[in-house]
Structures are given as C-alpha cells and as structure tokens.
C-alpha cells in the first residue's frame, strides 16, 4: 500500500505531508491528538545520507518538547548495498539513526512503526522494529534480508537461495512469521477503521518491550523469555 492510501485510512483528510527525495514528513490529526508522520517510500534502501535524514527529522521533532507521538512509515529494502557509504561506517549511520529514536522514547514521544509494504534487514531494525508498537498491514512482508544481498554477503549463488526460499521458512517474508514470534504486536486488515485502531494504540498504556511474552504466547519463540528472564535475575 502506498504511503498516501494508508495515510488517508488512518487520518481521513487531516493530515499534511512534505515529500523530500526519498524521506517524507508532516503532522496528522487523529481527534485531538496530532502525530508526527515520518517515513521512506518507494522501497528505498536507507544509507548514510537517508539514515542523518531520518535522525534529523526525529532530533528537530524532540526539540519541540510537545511529547506527541511518532509515527514510523519506513518502506524499505534494508540497509544501502554501498561499498561508499561501508567505506564511511554505515553502521554507525545506522546506529546514530536507532539513537534518536530511543532519544525521541525517552523524551516521552510515543513511538508507533506501521510495516505498510516492506520491511528489510538493517532498514527495517533500526527504524520499524524500534517501537514501542510495532504493527504491520497483513499485505506487508518482512525479511531477514533480501535474497540478492544475502547471494552477495554468503557468495551463494542465488538461484540457490530461490529453491531454499520455496521450503524454508528463514527466507520467508509472510508477515505471520514476525507476528508469531512477537517482533509485531498485531496484524492490521487494510478493510479495518485503521483510523480506531491507531487510535486505540496511541491511547494505550502498554510501552513495554513484550516480544519475548508474545513470542512464547504464540507459540513462537519458547525459549527467549525463560532465557532473559535467568539473565535478568542472575
């Protein structure tokens, strides 16, 4: 679903965004609360000069002290397959990224991501999968890594890949395989009043990381919590 669509589902007509290359920004108005909309269209791939966009974006936000909630619209295809930008340290970029969103939490903004189309790899870790709710269209799909840049990283010829991808389920992108392990707190159904929904999540108390009780909820990850809850009480 592309960005306008899904804004329109969740604010109707009350919001106002600003296209800048690869990023866009705005404010929309959901009763009488205002969100502060951020995200990357057209399946970008986030490198260095996307990621200081972003954290821009979300620094000049928290400077505002208004403690309003973000909401993170990133499509993306993973980090930038860019031997310039792993010259300069796309790690860093990546993680300074990650940082101003923790900043923005700790500033008391509530963080919401919304996977609308894809969500990739390191694109998709330091941005979507850092919120505090983090929910995803059921017409969504999630990867670990895109098969071309996992032929080019593991040198396994893709062809490979593709045949593994048709009976494993670590190649899958089917948004139920991140639901069932945690890593999303819901499905939305794009048929559903998205606007209530965003609503209802802005709304809500809960803010605690619950991926591990999630994921051993639903029968998805049955370990993690038994293995965190021992290192948290060593």
Known sequence: MNKDELLKLLFKE?????????????????GTEKVFILGTHNNTYIGNDTALNLSSKILEFIQKKNGQPILLLVDTLGQKLSHHDELLGINLYLAHLSKSIELARLNAHKIISIVRNQAV??????????????????????????LPSMSRITQIP??????????????????????????????????????????????????SDRRSVLGLERNGRLETFKISKLVQEA
């Not at 009350?14 to 959901?30: A, K, M, P, Q, T």
């Not at 593709?162 to 899958?172: A, C, G, I, Q, V």
Request: proline letters at 1%.
């Open 121 to 146: 790899s390191g694109g998709a870790l330091c941005t979507d999968l850092l919120a505090d709710h983090c929910i995803a269209l059921k017409s969504a799909s999630i990867g670990v890594m895109n």
């Open 158 to 207: 893709l062809s490979k890949l593709e045949r593994l991808s048709e009976t494993s389920p670590l190649f899958d992108t089917d948004v139920n395989n991140y639901y069932v392990m945690g890593a999303l707190e819901s499905l939305w159904d794009e048929e559903s009043d998205l606007s209530t929904l965003l609503e209802n999540t802005i709304k809500s108390d809960e803010v």
């Open 14 to 30: 009350n919001f106002l965004i600003v296209d800048e290359e690869e990023i866009f920004h705005g404010i929309g108005e959901l």
